[in-house]
């Protein structure tokens, strides 16, 4: 009867023993993921309160990226998701290291791999931002340049430029993240090469009466007596 | 950057010279062909009105590739009796050099300022090289009042063609008048006169590398003079005719270089204009004439045309800078007949200061912002063109004087937007 209450209690006892080992690690993930969280919300109150004060939300309007937040159906404040983003990055990061008190090594090998890509997706959220600034900035100054030479079709040009150097900088975020990058790099050249085949159909094909349209109204325009001007604007 | 007093040619040459009262600079670049009678009206002016007077003249080049230089160093009034002249006491002596910094005329004229410095010079003015109604007179009238008169600062006062000078009677007079209340008709006429006093002050301005060293020049030589309570006069030299504009000079760039100037100016002197209010003439010397003008030819339409198509491509932009109501106005607008086409005075000052308080605020870059200014201000342009094409030189001057008191008048609500 001993040998078989001892048969049942030795594992028992044996978990008792793991778990005992195993508490101070699994408070220690608690404590880590309580101070964390309390240390991310501080950091979240401090970040927005920071952005208010230099006028991000303002900033942002100009450069587009409220419009952009409101197209996509996001209706907070730009400082108030930056707030929400660097907030949930720190709550991320401290499960990460919450999960690496506990000393598993399934859980370690989990973690290390994460950290691991951390610095990828840091890099692809920068060159998202930048890029995006920059497509915004080359697209605008070819509108104007295009409106200003007083050719036609100069919003349509620029939109074109927008969506071109978009789906460059995309393409680089998605291989910067390493996700199906050949697949990514097949799309992008299809899609690309398909852009251009397109158009030269289109213009060399389904476009020939526009085309001829245009060209003829070009000449016409050319051949139109038109006076010069001598204004002098300074 | 070096001062150009600096460099060990010119710096003997101004040690041999030792003192100079007054200084003469013409900018230049490729202007072989203009610059000899520039250099012999400006001679035989030194000659005629200031005999008595030590004079240098200054050819501060852009890097001439025609010999503008060499010309320079050529000319001379063979004959003064010509001129009526008899004998000069004080002989004109004459430097050449090319300038260093960002190529533009503002750099030219800080080598201008500095050799002006270098000799202690009592008086200085800078004429265009490429003049070709300039008359020894001009000399005179922009020299006298600084030398004899107690003035720091001389604007020139042209009859220009009704057409011409559009940035001016549209933008940059009306903009300068409301701002700090003094009536300089010509703030960028291009041809001054100065003391030696405000030739210093402008070398303690750290303004080489920015806009000022290219076309803005001009508009903050007046407003630096008008901001920092110098005194200021016009001269009225009668008709401005130069040599034919270089086909390759891109209004866009011209509008950018002079409103970006002007703006900045704004930032640089709020303290002072948002004080001001109203405007007063300032004194104007000189014998008013009136001038035969070459023709004009403009082609409104396609102004309109322009126009026209930066209403369709740049509302979203204009959308963030004018505000809806001004946008519905310049829509309106655009949607009417070239014959009815009338861009009215209010609307357009709103304009200004809009773009004025968007560049205040860094609402776009200020090449985007002050470019897509470009088609409202060919709108404006066309606008001013049908208006005035019946009208008398006067008349269009009275055109002009109603907008400047729609500028001084709308400068309330600058000022209640300037935060």
């Not at chain 1, 992008?188 to 158009?199: N, Y």
């Not at chain 2, 800078?126 to 020299?143: A, K, N, Y």
């Not at chain 2, 057409?163 to 009536?183: C, W």
Request: proline share 4%.
């Amino acid at each position: 009867m001993t040998d078989f209450l001892n048969l049942i209690l030795e594992p028992l006892q044996e978990v008792f023993l793991k778990f005992q080992d195993f508490l101070p690690n699994l408070l220690a993930m608690l404590v880590i993921l309580l101070l964390g969280i309390l240390l991310a919300k501080l950091l979240r109150f401090i970040l927005v309160k920071f952005l208010h004060a230099i006028e991000f939300d303002n900033w942002s309007d100009r450069m587009g990226f409220t419009a952009l937040m409101r197209k996509g159906d996001l209706w907070v404040k730009p400082s108030a998701v930056i707030g929400g983003v660097v907030f949930w990055i720190l709550v991320i990061v401290t499960l990460m290291a919450g999960l690496g008190a506990l000393n598993v090594a399934a859980i370690d090998t989990l973690v290390a791999q994460f950290f691991n890509y951390l610095p990828r997706v840091f890099s692809a959220a920068i060159i998202l931002a930048v890029g995006y600034l920059f497509t915004s900035f080359i697209s605008r100054a070819v509108l104007i340049a295009v409106a200003n030479g007083g050719y036609h079709y100069a919003r349509l040009l620029a939109e074109a430029m927008r969506v071109l150097l978009m789906l460059m900088i995309l393409a680089m975020v998605m291989e910067q993240l390493q996700i199906a990058t050949g697949i990514v790099l097949a799309a992008f050249s299809i899609l690309f090469g398909g852009i251009v085949i397109a158009l030269a159909i289109a213009f060399g094909v389904g476009g020939i009466d526009t085309a001829r349209r245009i060209v003829e109204q070009q000449f016409a325009e050319e051949e139109a007596p038109k006076p010069p001007d001598d204004i002098e604007h300074l | 950057m070096d001062a150009v007093t600096l460099r060990a040619d010119i710096h003997q040459q101004i040690e041999q010279i030792g003192h100079a009262d007054i200084v003469v600079g013409i900018p230049s670049f490729n202007s072989a062909h203009t610059i000899a009678h520039v250099v012999r009206a400006v001679q035989a002016g030194l000659a005629k009105y200031f005999p008595e007077h030590k004079a240098v003249i200054i050819n501060s080049d852009g890097g001439s590739v025609d010999g503008t230089m060499d010309v320079v160093h050529q000319t001379s009034i063979g004959d003064f009796e010509t001129i009526l002249l008899h004998h000069r006491i004080e002989p004109v002596l004459k430097l050449a050099f090319p300038y260093t910094g960002i190529p533009g005329k503002g750099s030219a004229f800080r080598a201008v300022f500095e050799v002006a410095q270098a000799l202690d010079a009592k008086a200085c003015v800078v004429v265009d090289s490429d003049l070709r109604s300039i008359t020894p007179e001009w000399i005179e009238l922009l020299l006298k009042p600084v030398l004899n008169g107690g003035f720091d600062y001389v604007a020139p006062l042209y009859h220009r063609h009704k057409f011409d000078g559009t940035i001016t009677n549209s933008i940059v007079y009306p903009l300068t008048r409301a701002l700090y209340g003094k009536r300089v008709r010509q703030p960028i006429g291009g041809d001054f006169g100065f003391s030696g006093k405000l030739a210093q002050f402008y070398l303690t301005k750290d303004v080489w590398e920015t806009d000022v060293a290219r076309f803005g020049i001009d508009i903050w030589m007046t407003t630096t003079a008008l901001a920092n309570g110098f005194r200021v006069a016009q001269s009225f030299l009668g008709a401005k005719i130069h040599d034919a504009k270089d086909p390759g000079t891109d209004l866009g760039n011209m509008l950018y270089q002079v409103v970006s100037a002007t703006f900045q100016l704004m930032e640089d002197y709020d303290a002072k204009w948002l004080t001001v209010s109203g405007s007063q003439p300032v004194p104007t010397f000189g014998f008013e004439y009136t001038v035969g003008l070459e023709h004009v030819n403009v082609n409104s339409a396609r102004m309109i045309a322009l126009f026209r198509e930066g209403v369709q491509n740049l509302r979203e932009i204009w959308l963030g800078i004018l505000g809806a109501g001004d946008l519905r106005e310049v829509e309106r607008l655009a949607a009417l007949d070239d014959a009815s086409f009338r861009f009215p005075l209010a609307l357009w000052t709103r304009i200004i200061y809009d773009y004025a308080l968007a560049f205040h605020r860094g609402q776009l870059s200020a090449g985007h912002l002050l470019k897509s200014l470009l088609p409202l201000y060919v709108g404006k342009t066309a606008s001013f063109v049908m208006e005035v094409t019946p009208l008398e030189v006067h008349e269009a001057e009275a055109e002009i004087e109603k907008l400047c008191l729609e500028f001084e008048s709308g400068k309330d609500y600058l000022c209640s937007q300037w935060k």
